[in-house]
Structure formats: C-alpha cells, structure tokens
C-alpha cells in the first residue's frame, strides 16, 4: 500500500515526502515541474536514504493519474499539487481555476474508481478572509479576495459535498499559516522563480546581497509595530501534520478542516531582526506603503489541531531562520 504525495517536488511536498518516508511509509510522488525542478526529488533520496516512484504527470492529464493508480495500490492521497501565486491568480484566473479545481476534480474522480476515498488537502488560511478577528478558528466564516483564495474555498466545498455524498470518504483539509524555514540537511527548501513575493524568500535574497532592500508594506496597521503580523510557521513542523492528518484520516471519515499553524503572531520587523541575527547579515528596509489585499494580523488557534492530531509546532521564530538561512546560503 502506498500513499500518493502531488506536488511532492515542490516546498511543502518535498517536506513532507522526507517525513513520510523517514516514518517508513511507502510513497508515489506526482508533479509535472510547473514550479519545482527534478532535483528536490534526488535531494529527498539524499537525506532519508530512501528510494519511491515517482511519475512525471500533470493532475488535468487523466489517463496519466489513472495509471499511477492503475500500477500501484494507493491507499491515500496527500495532495500539494497547485499553484500559489496570489497576483499571478489575478492576472491568469482561467489557468488557476483549471489547474486547481479541475485537476482535483480529476484527481477525486480517478481516486473514486479505484476505491481510495482518503485526501489530505493543502488549504490556507487565506479562507479566513479579510474579516475575521484573529487567533482565526475553524469554525469561523470563510471567504477569500482572489482567484487563488477562491480556489482553496471551492476545492474545500467539492470535498465536503464529495464526503456527504458518500459516507466512505475521508477529507483533511489543512489550512496552513505562513510556511517558512527549510530542512536541516540546507538541500531541500523553498526557491521561488524570480523577485518573490512571500516576506521570507524575499529577506534571504536581501541578506545574501541578491537584492538591495526589503519593501515593508506599511507600518500603520494596528500592530506592536505597526508592521503586518502573521503565524509563520516551521516546513518541517507543517510536513509532521501531514503524518498526524494523515492517520486522523484512517481513523474517520468525512471531511474535516484543521489549522496548521502556531499560534503565536510575528511582525515583519520580528520577522528582519530574527533572520539578521541568523544570518549575521545586515537586512536593509525601507517602510511603503500597504499591500492591498493584506491583513493587518493573521494568526491560528491551534487547539484543535492539537485534539483531533495530538499535533504541535515545536520550532520558533530563531530556528526558522537560520534553517532558511542555511538554504539560501547553501543554494545561492
Ligand atoms: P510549490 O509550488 O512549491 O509546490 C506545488 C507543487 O505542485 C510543485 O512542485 C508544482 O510543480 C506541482 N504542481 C502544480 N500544479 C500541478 C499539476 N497540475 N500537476 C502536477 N503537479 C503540479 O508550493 P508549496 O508552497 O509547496 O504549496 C503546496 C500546496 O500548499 C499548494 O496547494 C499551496 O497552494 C498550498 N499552500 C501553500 C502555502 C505557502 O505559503 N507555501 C500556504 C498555504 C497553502
Ligand atoms: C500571502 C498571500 C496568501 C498566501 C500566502 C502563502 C497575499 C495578500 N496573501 O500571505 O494568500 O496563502 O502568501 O503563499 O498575497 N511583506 C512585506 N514585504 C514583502 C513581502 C511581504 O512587508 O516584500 C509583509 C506582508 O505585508 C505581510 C507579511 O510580510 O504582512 C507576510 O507576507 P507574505 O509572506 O506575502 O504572506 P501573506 O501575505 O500572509
């Protein structure tokens, strides 16, 4: 029995696929490179000292995902695939309404017939919205601003009608803070294509001189500081959810949604003094004005990942940056 990782190659996956394989889980990856590079896949080999299948397939390629399932007993899925990038979803929202919803909806279907009725589904707290008062729990109301959020609440209602359709299916969706930080071995970690829009990627490219000088979007929220503050979260931590949603989902059916984040909130300002400290480099800032679309504070009630998994972050602020600083350095 194996259980099938989409997007394995890609930040969260490759995390996730050494956790699993670390804990002697058998795993097929599919990811068709959209953003991740062949590479992270012989890095996953490298640190665990392990080998899996791995098939070359875009999820909207249904005779490509019928055969994963067709020549391996998958007894679960844990699924990655998709694409993340909030202003590209508002400049391209066809593609990312195709690729997201329809290649999950292909994805369902294909599970479907061949009798595997368990996902963990990577969701985002993106759902909460712009109009919750944080710490943001599950039960709060969802709503979302752009092409991108929209696919996460969409895919989230196509997996809950799916589960009251059918009694026999289990969905864990898991909706992740702000994911930073990288593997301790500095070969796997997050690598955006160009200028990155995420705080994290963008601070390390500052400190290892790529770029000049950190954008702070604005400085007159109604924070500590003024500065945006957001529950940023350890990869590593994240990749150990996915073990415990995973075995919540062997144990239940229906469909669930379960925060993955800390608790504890951290101001773009925390977030330059953590990594200078780090890194031992200088990260020059400039304060601009707000990003629209941004919250002043996102931050989770963790509790009820810690009933249902009996699952905690266990890494802070310091050791999510030296570990992107050991990434970034390593991998300049
Ligand atoms: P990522 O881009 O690094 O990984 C996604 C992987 O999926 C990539 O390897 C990509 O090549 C692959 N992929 C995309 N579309 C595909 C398709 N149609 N067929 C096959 N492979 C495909 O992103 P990540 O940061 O690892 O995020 C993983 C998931 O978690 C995504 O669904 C993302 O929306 C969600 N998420 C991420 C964050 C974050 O901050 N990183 C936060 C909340 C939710
Ligand atoms: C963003 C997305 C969110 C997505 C998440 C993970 C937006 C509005 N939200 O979340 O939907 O799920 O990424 O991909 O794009 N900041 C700066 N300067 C920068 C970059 C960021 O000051 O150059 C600030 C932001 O204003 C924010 C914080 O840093 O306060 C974190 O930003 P970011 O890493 O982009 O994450 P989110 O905005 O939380």
Not at 10 to 19: A, F, L, N, P, R
Not at 241 to 255: D, R
């Amino acid at each position: 029995m194996s259980i099938l990782v989409t997007g394995g190659a890609g930040y969260i996956g490759s995390h996730t696929c050494v956790e699993l394989l670390e804990a002697g889980k058998d795993i097929v990856i599919v990811d068709n490179f959209v953003n991740s590079k062949p590479e992270a896949l012989e890095r996953i080999k490298a640190i665990t000292k392990k080998d899996f299948k791995f098939y070359e397939a875009d999820l909207i390629d249904r005779e490509a995902i019928e055969k994963i399932f067709a020549e391996n007993e998958i007894d679960a899925v844990i699924h990655f695939a998709g694409l993340k990038a909030v202003g590209e979803s508002v400049s391209i929202p066809l593609r990312y309404y195709h690729n997201n919803i329809t290649g999950t909806l292909i994805l369902c279907e294909v599970m479907a017939k061949y009798g595997c009725k368990r996902m963990v589904f990577s969701s985002s707290a993106t759902v909460y919205g712009m109009s919750n008062i944080p710490p943001y729990n599950e039960t709060m109301p969802t709503s979302a601003t752009n092409p991108y959020g929209r696919t996460k609440l969409m895919i989230e209602e196509i997996l809950k009608d799916l589960c009251i359709s059918d009694s026999e299916w289990s969905t864990v969706m898991l909706r992740y803070f702000n994911p930073i930080g990288a593997h301790k071995s500095g070969l796997i970690g997050e690598s955006p294509n160009g200028i990155p829009n995420n705080l994290l990627p963008y601070v390390a490219m500052v400190a290892n001189g790529k770029l000049k000088h950190l954008n702070v979007y604005g400085d007159d929220y109604e924070t500590p500081d003024g500065t945006g503050v957001r529950d940023y979260i350890h990869v590593v931590d994240l990749a150990k959810g996915h073990l415990k949603a995973l075995n919540y989902a062997y144990n239940n059916t229906g469909a669930k949604a379960v925060n993955l984040g800390t608790g504890h909130g951290y101001s773009v300002l925390d977030v330059v003094k953590a990594y200078e400290k780090a890194s031992g480099k200088n990260v020059p800032y400039v304060i601009g004005p707000r990003r629209p679309g941004d919250v002043a504070a996102s931050f989770a009630d963790a509790s009820e990942a810690k009933r249902v998994f009996n699952w905690e972050a266990t890494l802070g602020i310091d050791e999510m940056c030296e570990d992107s600083w050991r990434f970034a350095s390593n991998n300049q």
